[in-house]
Nanobody, 119 residues
């Protein structure tokens, strides 16, 4: 059993900052790619940022220069530092991890954390 638990969402004014965290726990051999996605009602879930086990990161064009993804492999944790938040960043943010369990690589999701940016 693998669990992803997110924290750090909330309500913030435009221009403000939030830091999301996601802890992966359970029967883990190793964690490959970790990432953050977001979804708003009526739209598909979209990739915000992704980071490899070696620390190579990619960010969506819409958040480049404002958001930074990082990870702490010792803590099985991925972070998303969000600065200069805009109302368009509002949505439910989901943590994703590709986890090696036994001999298989499985894809896991967190329960989501709401981020609301007021104008």
């Amino acid at each position: 059993q693998v669990q992803l638990v997110e924290s750090g969402g909330g309500l913030v004014q435009a221009g403000g900052s939030l830091r999301l965290s996601c802890v992966v726990s359970g029967n883990i051999v190793s964690i490959a790619t970790m990432g953050w996605y977001r979804q708003v009602p009526g739209k598909q879930r979209e990739l915000v940022a992704v980071i490899s086990s070696g620390g190579s990161a990619n960010h969506a064009d819409s958040v480049k220069g404002r958001f930074t993804i990082s990870r702490d492999n010792a803590k099985n944790t991925v972070y998303l530092q969000m600065n200069s938040l805009e109302p368009e960043d509002t949505g439910v943010y989901y943590c994703n991890a590709r986890v090696v369990v036994s001999l298989l690589v499985n894809n896991y999701w967190g329960q989501g954390t709401q981020v609301t940016v007021s104008s």
